[in-house]
């Protein structure tokens, strides 16, 4: 270990690191750069190319690695990140990072380009990004990604019965789904304010298991824009407040009560919400994942209120 440490390569390359993505990170912050393929992808694989110009390459990977990982976390202790967001974000980093690496290891190999250990030559990579960054915030301009997510549950009730369970909830809890131990917004209660077109319904959210300063708690609160009890529910979210989470966003909430049988409803939760994160074939399998977990959590909720309710009035 004290020769890794030790090794002046896996000093360059940790340095390296730390000016590269605390370049993106701090862009990120002042509103310079997206949620986008340029920081997502651009900035891991430059770095990637830079840190395999490094001469002594056998713990340059590592160095970018752990300096990766602690950079990252670093954002997740005073609260400025979730955990998730981090655990997400490294099976695209650290890949690409390994891809640029690759690419100028094989440029050494075969003579096209010469080692070098000096700083001021391995930070010329990061112009691209420095020039990346503007250029897509004047072609892209906020571009949203509008996305729905369907949740289908049949319960043993009638129509009528799961609607009314399901249109105000005074307290959620259930067994959580395992993106819940990190730090996924777990609902705590949904207040409806008026029965009727154009009432409000508000719900609570708090941080999921792992949360730092609450990061993921806050308020959604929707407008119900169209009812028919026990048939359809359909609300458009007029206020979404759940800290830390900027580049999600939600449009409208819809459950539909479809009678099966006498004595079974089948209950469709549709969730509609924008992303401005790209590339959208890595990102969007994640984001369903994660609010089908949020909709698997109220519908298990669901389930044990109408049983606990049900069941009292059957023993009385």
Same mark, same amino acid.
């Given at each position: 270990?004290?020769?890794?440490?030790?090794?002046?390569?896996? #000093?360059?390359?940790?340095?390296?690191?730390?000016?590269?993505?605390?370049?993106?990170?701090?862009?990120?912050?002042?509103?310079?750069?997206? =949620?986008?393929?340029?920081?997502?992808?651009?900035?891991?694989?430059?770095?990637?190319?830079?840190?395999?110009?490094?001469?002594?390459?056998?713990?340059? !990977?590592?160095?970018?690695?752990?300096?990766?990982?602690?950079?990252?976390?670093?954002?997740?202790?005073?609260?400025? +990140?979730? !955990?998730? %967001?981090?655990?997400?974000?490294?099976?695209?980093?650290?890949? /690409?990072?390994?891809?640029?690496?690759?690419?100028?290891?094989?440029?050494?190999?075969? &003579?096209?380009?010469?080692?070098?250990?000096?700083?001021?030559?391995?930070?010329?990579?990061?112009?691209?990004?420095?020039?990346?960054?503007?250029?897509?915030?004047?072609?892209?301009? &906020?571009?949203?990604?509008?996305?729905?997510?369907?949740?289908?549950?049949?319960?043993? =009730?009638?129509?009528? #019965?799961?609607?009314?369970?399901?249109?105000?909830v005074d307290t959620l809890d259930a067994d959580k789904p395992f993106l819940m131990n990190f730090d996924l917004p777990i609902p705590t209660k949904c207040v409806?304010?008026?029965?009727?077109?154009?009432?409000?319904?508000? %719900?609570?959210?708090?941080?999921?298991?792992?949360?730092?300063?609450?990061?993921?708690?806050?308020? /959604?609160?929707?407008?119900?824009?169209?009812? #028919?009890?026990?048939?359809?529910?359909?609300? &458009?979210?007029?206020?979404?407040?759940?800290?830390?989470?900027?580049?999600?966003?939600?449009?409208?909430?819809?459950?539909?009560?479809? +009678?099966?049988?006498?004595?079974?409803?089948?209950?469709?939760? /549709?969730?509609?919400?924008?992303?401005?994160?790209?590339?959208?074939?890595?990102?969007?399998?994640?984001?369903?994942?994660?609010?089908? #977990?949020?909709?698997? =959590?109220?519908?298990?909720?669901?389930?044990? &209120?109408?049983?606990?309710?049900?069941? +009292?009035?059957?023993?009385?």
């Open positions: 270990m004290k020769q890794i440490l030790k090794d002046r390569s896996f #000093q360059l390359s940790i340095i390296l690191t730390f000016i590269f993505l605390g370049t993106g990170i701090t862009f990120l912050f002042l509103g310079w750069v997206y =949620y986008s393929w340029v920081l997502f992808i651009l900035l891991p694989l430059i770095l990637g190319l830079a840190i395999g110009a490094i001469p002594n390459t056998r713990y340059v !990977l590592i160095g970018a690695i752990v300096a990766t990982i602690i950079c990252l976390m670093g954002l997740y202790v005073p609260g400025l +990140s979730g !955990l998730l %967001c981090i655990v997400m974000t490294l099976p695209i980093v650290v890949p /690409i990072i390994c891809i640029g690496y690759i690419v100028t290891h094989l440029a050494k190999r075969y &003579d096209e380009i010469k080692s070098t250990n000096l700083l001021p030559v391995l930070l010329i990579p990061l112009i691209p990004f420095l020039i990346a960054a503007p250029v897509e915030q004047r072609i892209r301009k &906020d571009e949203q990604a509008i996305i729905e997510v369907k949740t289908v549950g049949v319960f043993n =009730y009638t129509s009528q #019965q799961v609607y009314d369970a399901i249109k105000s409806l304010e008026k029965e009727e077109v154009g009432g409000l319904r508000t %719900c609570y959210f708090k941080g999921g298991r792992l949360s730092n300063a609450d990061f993921g708690g806050g308020t /959604i609160v929707e407008k119900i824009t169209r009812l #028919q009890k026990g048939k359809v529910l359909q609300m &458009d979210v007029v206020n979404y407040n759940l800290i830390g989470r900027k580049w999600l966003g939600f449009k409208q909430a819809i459950y539909y009560f479809d +009678s099966v049988g006498a004595h079974q409803c089948k209950m469709t939760r /549709i969730t509609t919400y924008t992303s401005v994160l790209t590339p959208r074939w890595y990102w969007e399998p994640l984001e369903k994942m994660g609010i089908r #977990q949020e909709h698997d =959590y109220v519908f298990s909720n669901l389930e044990k &209120d109408l049983k606990r309710k049900y069941r +009292s009035v059957i023993s009385h």
